[in-house]
């Protein structure tokens, strides 16, 4: 796909989600310009979502411009008028470090949201599995604030509400469908959680958190004020994170895993920004490890159809893989359709 396709194809994402994000990518498909700023992202990185991100980060750092009022994270009122001619002027006034930021930074968009499809998951995992407690290594963890998954409120939607009565965190999400996510009062014990990352986010460094906030849509509060609070989750509780590429760091993770546990390794939009040949690397690394004892690997992606990602638990068992569809859930957790028995 080529540049201005990406543009044109992550506009019709967010029509719903961000209306100003998708007048502001449409134009940028049409303005070499601004194509060639974003083409400084490293291989396999989106351009979309970086060049709105890069820009989003200088105007919270408190760069003055006429563009800010159209950004609300900023404190913006939103005036009706076109919000193009000013992006292209803050572009181009702000190009070279525009471009610095686009080139050092990676999308690393880390959503609690996610935590409520993760939950029933682990869940499933714990009832299949002949043990209760579950170690947990998390593949392209960003900030890790999904590794604190059970230090969240949720509140499902006609269901009830469960978790962490007390956590500043509250994911509201609603079940879509016949079948319930299987989903208890209480969560099964984690012994050990880890994450990995090529570049971990550290919740106490103001540009990281910067960083992760222009991730969100200018628009949208709720991810905004629920990424805040997940913060400062994870400045009382620090998830222990590794730096370093899965195919290298995942054995040594692997091989310190406990014996009793249910090892649960989960990714969650991440297989995206990895080659077919990683992935496929990855999955024998998990296969081969199985010889050893059983891996239960999450795999969570926008695979199919835009916006609406699959949900694979693949069973690794003495090498063999066996896979299921556990569910289709909307890429912030807004709603999940659960599959699996
Ligand atoms: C879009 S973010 C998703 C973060 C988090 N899983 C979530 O869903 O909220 C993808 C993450 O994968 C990481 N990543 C990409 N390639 C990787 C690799 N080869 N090894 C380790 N992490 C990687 C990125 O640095 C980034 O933090």
């Excluded at 992550?10 to 974003?38: F, G, N, Q």
């Excluded at 803050?90 to 999308?107: G, K, M, P, Y």
Aim: contains cysteine; charged residues 30%.
């Amino acid at each position: 796909m080529d540049r201005a396709e990406t543009f044109r194809r992550y506009a019709e994402w967010v029509e719903e989600t961000s209306p100003l994000y998708a007048v502001l990518t449409r134009a940028v498909a049409d303005d070499p310009d601004l194509l060639d700023v974003s083409s400084e992202a490293s291989a396999g990185q989106p351009e979309p979502q970086l060049l709105l991100a890069a820009v989003q980060a200088l105007l919270l750092e408190g760069r003055e411009h006429p563009l800010a009022r159209f950004y609300p994270s900023c404190g913006g009122d939103e005036p009706d008028d076109d919000p193009v001619p000013h992006f292209r002027d803050f572009c181009l006034v702000n190009e070279q470090r525009l471009r610095s930021v686009i080139a050092t930074r990676r999308c690393q968009t880390n959503d609690v949201g996610r935590s409520a499809v993760l939950c029933p998951a682990f869940e499933h995992v714990a009832r299949t599995a002949a043990t209760d407690s579950l170690a947990q290594i998390e593949i392209g963890s960003s900030a890790g604030l999904n590794l604190n998954w059970d230090r969240y409120r949720y509140d499902v939607s006609g269901v009830r509400t469960f978790g962490d009565p007390d956590s500043p965190v509250t994911i509201a999400t609603e079940v879509r469908g016949e079948r319930r996510p299987p989903l208890s009062r209480t969560f099964p014990p984690v012994a050990r959680r880890r994450g990995i990352d090529l570049n971990p986010l550290d919740v106490t460094d103001e540009d990281d958190v910067r960083w992760l906030r222009a991730l969100i849509p200018p628009g949208r509060r709720r991810r905004r004020d629920r990424l805040a609070a997940a913060i400062e989750v994870a400045r009382e509780n620090p998830p222990a994170l590794v730096e370093g590429d899965v195919l290298e760091e995942l054995p040594k993770q692997l091989s310190e895993a406990p014996a009793d546990p249910a090892l649960v390794v989960f990714s969650t939009h991440v297989l995206y920004q990895l080659e077919a040949e990683t992935i496929a690397h990855l999955r024998s690394l998990l296969a081969e490890y199985s010889t050893e004892q059983p891996v239960r690997w999450l795999a969570i992606d926008p695979d199919e159809e835009l916006g609406k990602p699959t949900y694979r638990l693949v069973t690794f068992v003495d090498g063999d893989a066996t896979e299921s569809r556990l569910a289709r859930f909307e890429s912030y957790g807004n709603w999940i359709r659960w599959h699996a028995d």
